[in-house]
């Protein structure tokens, strides 16, 4: 090879590294900070338990969490809110399973079998609607993939106005309910648009610092929930 040639192949060979080392590096800083955060996390307050509080949970899967919230709660009226998913005659200790992310993504992947790479990386690009993903659920068995959570009448007030925050309603004050939900499972429209530092977990862990309880301030990964609360 002649030394020109063999020049400008070795100057193409470091264009085409740097091209692709930068968003290697950048995908490594993301993933680095995110443990970071997780590992060193914001820490939560006393909460002042009084017995007879009902049991928050987090369910976390390999990439999303949700929020499970008991359906009997003196302090709102979760029928009135999600008629769709609390009809008459579930039983007294059903929850509701809360999620937010990209309504897309949530329509066309009912289980993690059915999720695409290219949907998941169209939900990440951002500026598609938004919901939260609702479904009434029984109370999770003990030793499964959700995690007890000790929040007093005032966290779980929160917790509950952190929820009502983000829906978007109609002329009359209702969410509102999107086509696709279907019992026991409803899509009911937020604010919000989904992005990479605005993840479903970076709304899980909003919610557990409303509650006042150990997070992540940078939360991208099922992890960056959990994590915090292993000391709990």
């Known amino acids: 090879?002649?030394?020109?040639?063999?020049?400008?192949?070795?100057?193409?060979?470091?264009?085409?590294?740097?091209?692709?080392?930068?968003?290697?590096?950048?995908?490594?800083?993301?993933a680095l900070a995110a443990i970071a955060f997780a590992l060193f996390p914001a820490s939560g307050r006393q909460q002042q338990m009084k017995g007879g509080e009902p049991v928050l949970y987090v369910c976390a899967s390999l990439a999303h969490t949700d929020i499970l919230l008991p359906i009997r709660d003196p302090l709102v009226d979760w029928r009135a809110l999600f008629p769709a998913n609390v009809p008459d005659g579930l039983p007294s200790d059903a929850y509701l399973a809360i999620g937010w992310g990209d309504l897309a993504f949530f329509r066309d992947t009912p289980t993690w079998a059915d999720v695409k790479i290219s949907a998941a990386l169209d939900a990440l690009i951002g500026g598609h609607a938004t919901a939260f993903r609702v479904v009434a659920v029984n109370p999770p068995a003990p030793g499964g993939e959700c995690q007890s959570l000790k929040v007093d009448q005032a966290g779980r007030q929160a917790v509950i106005d952190?929820?009502?925050?983000?829906?978007?309603?109609?002329?009359?004050?209702?969410?509102?309910?999107?086509?696709?939900?279907?019992?026991?499972?409803?899509?009911?429209?937020?604010?919000?648009?989904?992005?990479?530092?605005?993840?479903?977990?970076?709304?899980?862990?909003?919610?557990?610092?409303?509650?006042?309880?150990?997070?992540?301030?940078?939360a991208p990964f099922s992890f960056s929930v959990t994590w915090p609360l292993s000391g709990e």
């Open 162 to 218: 952190h929820v009502l925050s983000k829906l978007v309603r109609d002329a009359a004050g209702r969410p509102l309910v999107q086509p696709g939900s279907t019992w026991p499972i409803a899509y009911y429209l937020t604010e919000g648009s989904y992005g990479p530092f605005d993840t479903c977990n970076q709304w899980a862990a909003s919610t557990l610092a409303a509650a006042g309880l150990p997070h992540a301030r940078f």
């Open 1 to 30: 090879m002649r030394p020109r040639l063999r020049s400008l192949v070795r100057s193409l060979a470091r264009l085409l590294g740097s091209i692709v080392g930068v968003p290697v590096l950048l995908l490594l800083a993301y």
